[in-house]
């Protein structure tokens, strides 16, 4: 049987949700590598600071576009997210040292 999910994308039924490609905490982790405010990635994401504080506090979750606005800003800024484990997902700045 097929469903379609809340945003008109098929999936078969009882699937397992999507993996989550942001957490919380690694957007607090890409912001501190990259030595941005709640502010700074507000303005290069174009996602309201509110948005970014409860999302980071885990007062809701990121909808997918929301999430695909905050990695692309943290990519143009140098973060590069990399899949560790075979499942979990971890960060590095691409930035060279100077």
């Known amino acids: 049987m097929v469903d379609i999910d809340q945003y008109g994308q098929r999936a078969a039924m009882g699937q397992p949700k999507a ?3 942001l957490s919380p905490s690694l957007c607090r982790a890409a912001r501190g590598l990259l030595d941005w405010t709640q ?12 948005t970014i504080r409860d999302y980071e506090g885990n007062r ?4 997918r576009a929301t999430e695909a606005q ?7 800024g140098g973060i590069t997210f990399i899949k ?14 100077e």
Do not use: P, T
């Open 84 to 97: 560790v484990d075979g499942e979990k997902i971890g960060i590095c700045s691409g930035k060279a040292e």
């Open 70 to 76: 905050l990695r692309l800003a943290f990519e143009e």
């Open 60 to 63: 809701h979750e990121a909808h």
């Open 39 to 50: 502010a700074d990635l507000a303005e290069r994401s174009g996602v309201s600071r509110s």
């Open 19 to 21: 993996m989550i490609l």
